[in-house]
C-alpha cells in the first residue's frame, strides 16, 4: 500500500510555523495554554483554526489513498465501487475547499500580525521638558 504524500500537511505545517514563530513557544504549548484561556482569545482562535486545517488536510490524504485503493489496476469497477469512487470525490473536494479557507483566513490574520519587540531594558528616558511658553503683552 503507497504512503499518502509527504508534502500532504505542508499547509498546516506552514501556518504552525508561523504561529509558533509569532508566539515564541512550540505549538503543543499554544495549544495547551489556549485550552486554559477563555475561548475569545487571538491565540486560542489561532490554534483551532491551525487544528481545522490540520483535520481536513488529514482526510484529504485518506481519501486520496481510499481513492487509489478503489481504482487500483487489478480492481474491477462496478456499480457499487463507482459509488464509493464518487463519494470519496466529493469528500476530497470538500475536504479542499475547507483546507483552501482555512488557509486563506488564517494566513492573512496572521500576515497582519507581528511578534512584539522584548521591552526595553533601560529605563526610559526622562520626558523633555516642553519650551516656555513666550509672555505676550497687551498694548492699548
Given at each position: ?43 486560542a482562535a ?9 483535520l481536513a ?84
Amino acid at each position: 500500500m503507497p504512503q499518502p504524500d509527504a508534502t500532504a500537511h505542508a499547509t498546516s505545517e506552514v501556518i504552525a510555523q508561523r504561529i509558533e514563530a509569532l508566539f515564541g513557544e512550540p505549538l503543543a504549548e499554544l495549544e495547551a495554554l489556549a485550552a486554559n484561556a477563555p475561548d475569545a482569545t487571538l491565540l486560542a482562535a489561532l490554534t483551532g483554526s491551525h487544528s481545522d486545517l490540520a483535520l481536513a488536510e488529514r482526510n484529504i490524504a485518506f481519501q486520496l489513498e481510499r481513492l487509489r485503493e478503489l481504482t487500483a489496476p487489478e480492481r474491477e469497477i462496478g456499480r457499487f465501487t463507482a459509488g464509493h469512487i464518487l463519494d470519496c470525490a466529493r469528500r476530497i473536494a470538500e475536504s479542499v475547499a475547507t483546507r483552501d479557507a482555512y488557509a486563506k483566513s488564517t494566513g492573512a490574520v496572521l500576515r497582519g500580525l507581528r511578534r512584539a519587540s522584548a521591552p526595553d531594558t533601560q529605563p526610559p528616558s526622562p520626558p523633555v521638558p516642553a519650551a516656555p511658553a513666550t509672555a505676550t503683552s497687551r498694548t492699548r
